[in-house]
Each structure stands twice: as C-alpha cells, then as structure tokens.
C-alpha cells in the first residue's frame, strides 16, 4: 500500500512499498534496497527497473508477491522475525500487575481525580464499567429473596481493593475486586437490580459509585450521572447495613484444585439426570466424593431415580480424605455460570461445617461462592453399577440421535423406544404408536401399529435380544458424549445399559413391561339387565317411600324379586363400574325448549337439571 511522506506533491511525492513515485511531482525517491543489487537485471525487482523506463500511460507488470521462502536471507532481503517472536510493547501499552494498560490506569486516575475535585472529601468508588458489570453478572446467579435487606449488595472498600457480598441464605458471593480506586475507606449497600439493570446500558470506560446520607445512590458514567434510591420508605428501619449477613469467605484449609474445563463438563452432564420433584427430594442434589481426596481422585453422582451418572475427576494436588458432600442442583448451575463468566483455568473446592465453597481466582478479582450442604440422605448408588455386562453394541452417534429424533413425534406418551437384534450387522429401533398423541385427545387406542428405524451396529448380541428404554434418556446421553460412536453395554433384555467414555459413566434402568391383568370374572346375570332391574328398583322405591333417597340395600332388596340369581358382590361391581364412566351432557336452553340466552340445561339419568350461567 502507498505510504504517504511529510509532502503529498513536490520531490517525494507520495510511494509505493517499493519506493516509487506514484503521485505528485519531482524527482525519483532512491530505491531501498539499491544497494543490494536487487534492482538490476536478473534481480527479484527487475520489474521496477523496467517500470521505470516505460513510457507514461503503459501499465506495467504486476510484480511479484514477497515470500520469505521463495527468496532466503542469501537473495539479500532483510531478516523478517516469525510471528510467534513477542515484539517489545510500546511505551503506554505495558499490562499492570492486573491486566490492564498504563494507559488505562492513567485515565483512570485522571477521572478519579475529576471525582475527588467534584465530591471533596466524600467517599466514592471508581470502577472499569466492564469489570463491575462482570460481578453484577456472578451475582444475578443467586436466587431472588423476598428479604428487602437481601435485595441490595454490600460494599466495602479501601486504597484499591473493594469487597461484594451478596446471598440469599442458601447460597453466597464474596468477590474481591483488585482494580479499583477509591479516597477513603467506607461501606455501603447499593440495590442490585436497579444497579445491574442500569450499568450495561451505557459504554463509558469507568464509572464512579457514592452514597449520599440520604441513602441515594449515584452512578456517574463519566459523561452522565445516574441517581437510584436504595431504600424504599416503607423498608427504611430494615435496611440498616449492620443488619446485612456476615459472610465470611475464610481460608481454604485442604483445597482441593480442580481443572474448571473438566468440572463444567461434570455438570453439563449430571444436571440432566437429577429431578425437582419435591417428593424424592433427596435426588435433586449431586454427590461429591472426596473420601479419596489423598489419591487425587474426586467422583460426582447424580440420580433422578430411571438413571444413575458418574464422573471421575483427578485433582491437581492431594489433600487428607474428605466427607461426602451433597449440593443441589441449582447450586452447581449457579456456580457452572459464574467460572464461564471469570474464565478461571483453576477452581479450588473446600467444605468448612455445613458449607462447601468454591474459589475462583483471576488476574483482577477473586471469587469465594458458598452454598449450604444437603442434609438428606443419598440413596446406596453402589448397587445400581452393573458387575457384570458381557455384550455390547456400537452405534454411530449421529446416525442414533437422527433416528430417535424422526420417531420422537409419533411415540405415544410412554416415550418409550424398543432396541432390538436384527442380524449380526444390523439392530433396530422401534417405537410403538397409538395411546395418547402429543397435542391430540385421543384415547384408548390400541398399541396395533410400529415405526422403526434399522441402523448398521456393531455388536455381539444374541439373536432374540429386545430391550425397551425412554427415548429421551437415550437422546440426551448421546447428545452429552464427545465420540463418534456410542458403546453400550447390556447383559440381556432385562438390564440396564451402561455407557463408559473419558471418565464418564452413565447407566439407564430399562423400562419393565406392564404385568398382565388378571380377567375380570364373568357375571352370570348380563350387565345391562342387572342395571335396568337397579333403576327399575330405585324409581319403585322412591315412589311409595316419598322423598327420601333409596339406599343401596334397599336397592338390591327390590331388584332381587325379579333377579334372584343376583348376588350382592355382583350388584356392587356393576354400580361401582356406573359410577366411575357416569357422564353429563351439557345442552343449551334453546334446544331443550327454552329460548333465554344465559342459561344452558345438564341432562343426567334421573332427568334434567337447569343451570343458570353466571353473569
């Protein structure tokens, strides 16, 4: 590209890379590399030689494209350094012990300063905007409380280190912020979604925070200024900072050091197989085995109950055994989102009396998160691992999740797909259709027709073998494993499957066929008369006793003088089987002789019965 001297026009002009003239007037500027013989005949450049002898107006060759390789330092180019070789910085470019810039820092100062000059003597806070939008985002990860007190995050500060504190009594924040410049000391509690709503909106580099005695607190985003009121009047005597939990993120006494990439792998894949049904509580949280902490080895479980998941991770250090601990699920999401938001490599885990927290440390904060330990009971997982699994079959990943994915519409609510031996070198997937549509009410159709898909396998099944699993258990599986294929392994039709991959272990319950139902047995008498005679009985009984309503001894009383083979056991199936398919018909007024808009009529089997709708 051309670079442009001190003088667009007159001697110089403006010249290519090469050192020609391209614009303006005057002479010829020397060529730079005139000295090296480059220029004369048989040189790399001869084309500019010849260029410069052509006649205005002719357009010359395009020369030929620099390569380091095509011509070596022994054409005498100049030595180029490789990509890879770091250049030395330029002056107001070198990175602070905390990743910023020199050039940054003193912006900073500078608005600090401006700050200092506008508040005098009044504490206040300056913040780089990216990094405190960063923290408010750790922070949203707690849950919402209903506790005023709560709503808001505390801060407190000193030189250039400030501390956040936020919970909702069941799990914790504590970041220590390490980029930061403030006057004096000072503490103060600023209301978070006012505060986490307000700072993404705006763009400016930093943003400085102060309280005034009227609790109102005032963002300046350098160009604007933001004021929100932190205390509502009606919360005024609870929003005392005194009252504000103490949270304490303490030291780490037998951390254990985990890789992060490896422990958000552990979580993307037990978090599906953990429930929130409030009846079988005690699954909704995951299991951390550190009793094998001294060997470096950590174990993660989860269970919802159909399915059990293990990950086997190695720590980075070997610490005394620890107890088993128990965090609920929404914990662990909560924390998932925290280490993708800081980019930590490393996340440290330490238990202190019911708590485990986790340290998250970068060049510019450090993040303690706590959450309280489970105190229910985790269900003997132990004997859910199958021992023994002799036969396997190997199915392409993609190939399996397309196919359950085409049957998943038409399955019916049982979601249940048959894994099924076809040949040596082929199986099938079958899903049955019929029962309750999605979307549709249809009842009470019969299981008489199938979909299936056969795909190729790998396998040592025996002919016969036929499974049934929730398809969407084995959708998600294959969805969370990183191989091209899956392997699982069975025992026969009535196992589980389990599959293994890089430390990861998930093992599916198959589903148990229904237990045939015993036959009814059959009634001497035909049903249909037992009901006719009962009615007969129950209009014959109210018509000599008056108003008052038969009893069902009674009842059969009066209906055994024209049954008499009616036994009393026979008499109360069939009422019970009337009662539990007894309907009501809803018909308009209009077609019941009644013209008048709001009112509908209900017809039962003893007549009809009018139903004013409500206005």
Known sequence: PPIKTTSSRGAGGIYDYRGQRSAGKG?????????????????????QRKKQEMKLGEKPPRPPKYDSREFPLEAGLPKIPPATKPTKPKAGKK??????????????REFSAAEKTRLGDKPFIVFYRKDLEKYLKMISTLSKTVYPILKNVKMEWKNKFCKLTATDLQKSIVIDARDT??????????P????????????????SIFQDENSITELNFEVEKIKIRAIEESFAGEMDIEKFPNIESGGFPNQIDLDSEKLLDAIEKLYPTTTNDRTRYDLS??????????????????????????????????????????????DLKALEKIIKIS????????????????????????????????ETKFPPYEKVIPKDLPSFFTLNKASLIMSIKKLLPIMDVSEAITIAYSSPEQIKIIAWVGGVFRGKLIYGSEKDEESKIILPVKTDLLEGFEAKFNANFVLQLANSLNKDEVKFMVKDDHSPIMVKENGFLQVILPIKPPEPEEPAPELELPENKIVNEARYAYYRILASEGN???????????????????????????????????????????????PKEPEFAIKIPSGWLYYVKWR
């Open 548 to 594: 008052t309503t038969p009893a069902m001894p009674s009842i059969y009383r009066e209906a055994l003088k024209f049954l008499p083979k009616l036994t009393p056991q026979e008499f109360m199936d069939v009422i019970k089987k009337l009662d539990a398919h007894r309907t009501i018909e809803l018909y308009p007024l209009a077609d019941a002789g009644s």
């Open 181 to 190: 410049f403030s006057n004096k000391e000072n503490k103060i509690i600023i």
């Open 192 to 207: 978070f979604e006012q505060v986490f709503e307000t700072v993404p909106l705006y763009k400016s580099e930093f943003v």
């Open 27 to 47: 002479g010829l500027r020397p060529p730079k590399y005139a000295s090296k013989g480059l220029y004369k005949e048989g040189g790399i450049f001869e084309p």
């Open 95 to 108: 990175k602070s012990s905390y990743g910023k810039t020199d050039t940054s820092n003193k912006i900073m």
């Open 285 to 330: 949280y995951i299991a951390i085995d550190a009793t094998k902490a001294d060997a470096r080895q950590i174990e993660m479980i989860s269970t919802d109950g159909k399915r059990l998941s293990i990950f086997s991770l190695l720590s980075d250090n070997s610490v005394p055994p620890q107890k088993f601990n128990l965090v609920h699920r929404y």
């Open 343 to 374: 980019k930590s490599p490393l996340v440290s885990m330490a238990t202190q009396e019911h708590v485990i927290q986790f340290k998250i440390s970068t060049e510019g904060e450090f993040v303690s998160f706590g959450a309280k330990m489970g």
